[in-house]
């Protein structure tokens, strides 16, 4: 059974048994860039915060394996919350495991006139560290997603083509604008259509060769909110890949917007990291 036949009977059997009115979306006659919008919602803007722990495990192609624990935290902007209007968001992520990256913090200020901002806290040597614009497509804490992948992409960076629709998914292929500024030429995702999550997006060089694939390998329903707990990046060109595995997920938490600043890249806020 492959990993997207799975998360499709994950997300059915989740549909069935809990939908609401409230996660009910109406799918007559929506064009390509209301899928998107929708999809780019139920993934980042879940509640007006949230909180997961993550359990990374980043395997090469011999096999070999390295180990990341690390808490997120997300809070919105106050025009998030409405897929019409889906607005800015802060990212707060900090390490736990192993001892050569504990302490260490990654935050993310997401903004939608300009480039994001993110810094990079690193304990060993007291240093703050911006990230380039041009480096949000590189490897995040040496694992196979990228910078971007924690946050999420700008969906107005790209040009979006509904290219299958079947009973169970919407296929749709996107188009970097500024073809320079990845590595990628286009990069296909198959959103679920009862609950509009992407359970797999795949990406391709000029030559149409896949470069990259993300899956979700398991869904649940947390507060009201189809919810990826558990997720792959796999590099196919080398054969490594990296899994992430979410627990104790939070939605509504009330975190303040203090954290998500530059004093608290070395005072960790330890009260909603536990």
Known sequence: MTYLFKAVLVLSVIWAS????????????????????????????????GRAKVNMRIIDSQGRERAREFVILRKDNDQAGDEQIDGGQKFYVYFNKPADVKKMVFMVIKNMDRDDDRWLYLP??????????????????????????????????????MV???????????????????????????????????VKTEY?????????????????????????????????RSGGKTLMDYSAVKYDVGLPDEIFSERYL????????R
Do not use: C
């Open 204 to 236: 391709y060089d000029e030559q149409g060769q896949k470069i990259r694939s993300y899956t979700a390998l398991k869904v649940e329903k947390v507060s009201g909110h189809p919810t990826v707990t558990s997720a792959s990046m796999e590099d196919n």
């Open 266 to 273: 070395r005072k960790a806020p330890i009260k909603y990291l």
């Open 124 to 161: 060993a040597l007291d240093l703050v560290k911006r990230i380039a614009a041009s480096d949000e497509r590189t490897s995040f804490v040496g694992s196979h997603f990228y910078y971007e992948d924690v946050s999420g992409r700008g969906i107005n960076e790209d040009n979006h083509e």
């Open 18 to 49: 809990s939908a609401s009115p409230a996660l009910a979306f109406d799918v007559t006659g929506m064009d390509v860039m209301e899928v998107v919008k929708k999809a780019n919602h139920v993934s980042y803007y879940k509640g007006d915060d």
């Open 164 to 198: 299958e629709e079947n009973d169970n998914f919407y296929v749709v292929k996107s188009t970097p604008k500024d073809p320079k500024s990845v590595e990628f030429s286009t990069y296909k995702s198959w959103i679920h259509k009862a609950t509009f999550l992407p």
